[in-house]
């Protein structure tokens, strides 16, 4: 197995809505990322664990909320989002930090 | 700040033609750089990963040269297909940073 997948590929959520985002990979990489792209703009770093601990935390807000459960499944929990956190969120691994890293397909959020 | 861009923005170039594409840092304290390619509302695909004590990787057509101390990167791509239109994207790593420059968008006419 040599892919990310992400889940759901389109999420519509409200304001007020609490929802997740759910990354896999199977390829036994300990390290793990979450992007940010907003139309015609390069992706942004949010998070990265390595070995199931978070590494990194580019400032993003506290309404989104990281979670790794183990060293294949990385999640994004959202809460409170604003219309301007619509993006397309990316998720990607690497067998380690500065290695190669495998971009899912994304999720496409819209929030109203 | 550690900025990267890329030049030309944007690319139109008849099928077979062989081009370069540009990608310039601003910090030249990197780990690796490496190269992407993302068609339109997709993932990003991994092209070519340079390490730092690197000064070029080949794969297949596409070529990608380092230099770390003028903080430049090209990619070339040799006889260019309609199949490689896309964005390419080139990305440093810095260790606690990930930084991607804006992309060049290719379209390769048939």
């Known amino acids: 197995d040599t892919e990310v997948t992400q889940t759901p590929k389109h999420l519509v959520m409200g304001m007020t809505n609490k929802k997740s985002l759910k990354c896999e990979q199977h390829?036994?990489?300990?390290?793990m990322y979450w992007y940010k792209q907003k139309a015609k703009k390069p992706p942004e770093l949010m998070f990265v664990?390595?070995?199931?601990?978070?590494?990194i935390n580019e400032s993003v807000p506290s309404r989104f909320s990281p979670e790794c459960p183990n060293s294949s499944l990385l999640n994004l929990h959202l809460h409170a989002l604003q219309p301007e956190d619509s993006a397309l969120y990316l998720c990607?691994?690497?067998?380690?930090?500065?290695?190669?890293?495998?971009f899912g397909p994304g999720t496409r959020l819209l929030v109203l | 700040k550690q900025e990267v861009t890329q030049i030309p923005a944007a690319l139109s170039v008849p099928e077979g033609e062989n081009l370069v594409l540009n990608c310039s840092f601003t910090?030249?304290?990197?780990?690796?750089l490496q190269w992407f390619r993302q068609d339109p509302g997709k993932g990003l695909t991994s092209l070519l990963l340079i390490q730092s004590s690197q000064r070029e990787q080949t794969s297949g057509r596409l070529n990608a040269s380092l230099d770390k101390s003028s903080g430049r990167s090209t990619l070339y791509i040799a006889a260019s297909q309609p199949g490689d239109s896309a964005t390419y994207l080139c990305?440093?790593?810095?260790?606690?940073?990930?930084?991607f420059g804006p992309g060049t968008r290719l379209s390769v006419l048939p």
């Open positions: 664990y390595s070995y199931e601990k978070l590494s």
């Open positions: 910090d030249s304290a990197i780990y690796n």
């Open positions: 990607a691994s690497a067998y380690v930090m500065q290695e190669t890293q495998y």
């Open positions: 990305a440093v790593d810095y260790g606690q940073n990930f930084v």
């Open positions: 390829m036994g990489h300990r390290a």
